[in-house]
């Protein structure tokens, strides 16, 4: 019940603060963790039912509790379940991804054309700064062209991170209240197989070397795939500098800096993408309580 009505006020709350849906998604993560799927379930249906009780007193509409179950708790639902039995935390990103993946191809056999279609909706959105803005209107429009082309992909790997971060916050919640440090020990040796990894390269290739729909379709698809590795770095980074006197200062200082210096993931996620024939922890033992 205190999970259910948890879930349901910041569900609502989240309309005005977006962060705020990582936290709701964890809150039905943990009771699946820990309890299994079907009492996530319940918590799950019934914090849909509250929210939308919730959203028609407050908002006076309901239909975004409907969205809010299937865009987020269905699936951190079904990522939890299998992270409960399956027991690696790399088998669950696997399915987060492939998630994203359906996502992105349902997208473009629902849409005719996904470019245009954003681009669209990315005109509208900057109608008001063309008023105010300085940059030559030529430009503006030659870079909602460029984003158009990658806003299914970019929307999608926006959905799957929070997923991942609800999942991850939930885990070290259960970690906290019933095994101290198995979170860190579990994050920190995260890692992606072999197969997916060559998946990925493949994808990626094909996106670079191929034109048209088809190119457009695997760099969406391409961007999920490359965020997820962007975790995997920072499980790489932070084991490595935690492993340093400085750690105290530089962890911070890491964490800050992915935050406010986007171009950091790129590097990042190479990192991840390499350790999967470099082994770059090998000769590290995860702190237990980092």
Excluded: C
Aim: net charge neutral.
């Amino acid at each position: 019940m205190q999970a259910m009505s948890v879930a349901a006020i910041l569900a609502l709350l989240s309309l005005l603060m977006p962060p705020i849906s990582i936290v709701s998604s964890a809150t039905v993560a943990l009771v699946t963790l820990r309890r299994g799927g079907y009492e996530g379930l319940w918590v799950l249906l019934s914090a849909t039912l509250a929210a939308a009780i919730l959203g028609f007193v407050v908002l006076g509409n309901f239909q975004f509790a409907l969205g809010y179950a299937l865009i987020l708790w269905l699936p951190v639902w079904v990522l939890s379940i299998v992270l409960r039995e399956g027991r690696h935390l790399s088998l669950a990103f696997e399915i987060a991804s492939a998630l994203g993946v359906v996502a992105v191809i349902g997208f473009y056999l629902m849409v005719q054309d996904p470019a245009l279609y954003w681009q669209a909706v990315l005109d509208v959105m900057i109608q008001p700064m063309l008023q105010v803005s300085e940059v030559p209107v030529e430009q503006i429009e030659q870079t909602v062209v460029m984003l158009s082309k990658y806003m299914t992909g970019a929307l999608v790997t926006g959905s799957v991170t929070g997923l991942l971060l609800g999942l991850l916050l939930a885990r070290w919640w259960q970690s906290n209240l019933y095994n101290p440090g198995g979170f860190s020990a579990e994050y920190l040796s995260l890692r992606m197989s072999q197969r997916f990894t060559i998946m990925t390269l493949v994808i990626l290739l094909v996106a670079m070397l191929s034109t048209g729909m088809f190119s457009e379709v695997a760099w969406n698809i391409g961007i999920i795939l490359f965020m997820l590795y962007a975790f995997i770095g920072t499980a790489i980074a932070h084991a490595l500098l935690a492993n340093t006197k400085a750690k105290r200062f530089l962890l911070p200082l890491f964490y800050i800096s992915i935050f406010i210096v986007p171009h950091i993931v790129l590097p990042v996620a190479i990192i991840g993408i390499s350790d999967t024939w470099l082994n770059l922890r090998k000769n590290i033992t995860p702190p237990s309580s980092t």
